[in-house]
């Protein structure tokens, strides 16, 4: 992933949280940023590698807030103010209205598999149990494909 901004969903930053720790964030990707409507609705203190930032058009988020989720709109909303950037997001209709938009996207599944592939974490198969255990959705056929990837 050549991008070298991520810009995270309030989700994918809770199952990161969770399962990995946010740590593997920063060891992944040169600069993560969260939009301020993503750092409410996560609710705790961020560590301070984590930028956060306001949407310069609010007009645009709340454009998409009406069929999105907040995160999932004010991520979207950031990405479109950005030329190099990549948004984590697992949501399915966010996910296909950013790649309508031309934003390029990754989810919690393609975090771990590019750590896996890196070797930060040496297997993907308990943590997407722990995933589902957290009430984390994904289906069946995705995580078949990720668990081929990682060759596990």
Not at 16 to 40: C, H, S, W
Not at 50 to 64: D, E, K, N, P, V
Request: hydrophobic share 40%.
């Amino acid at each position: 992933m050549p991008n070298k901004i991520v810009i995270s969903d309030t989700s994918c930053l809770i199952a990161i949280e969770k399962t990995v720790g946010l740590e593997l964030l920063r060891q992944l990707y040169t600069e993560i940023t969260i939009p301020d409507q993503v750092a409410e609705e996560y609710g705790k203190p961020l560590p301070e590698w984590i930028r956060q930032t306001t949407i310069a058009s609010q007009t645009t988020f709340r454009l998409f807030e009406e069929s999105l989720g907040t995160g999932e709109a004010a991520a979207i909303s950031l990405a479109l103010e950005y030329k190099d950037c990549r948004v984590l997001i697992d949501d399915l209709k966010a996910r296909k209205v950013a790649t309508m938009l031309g934003i390029p996207i990754t989810g919690v599944l393609g975090v771990l598999l590019r750590a896996k592939n890196r070797g930060i974490i040496k297997e993907i198969r308990p943590l997407i149990e722990k995933l589902r255990e957290i009430g984390f959705y994904f289906s069946q056929h995705i995580e078949q494909k990720i668990l081929d990837m990682a060759g596990e």
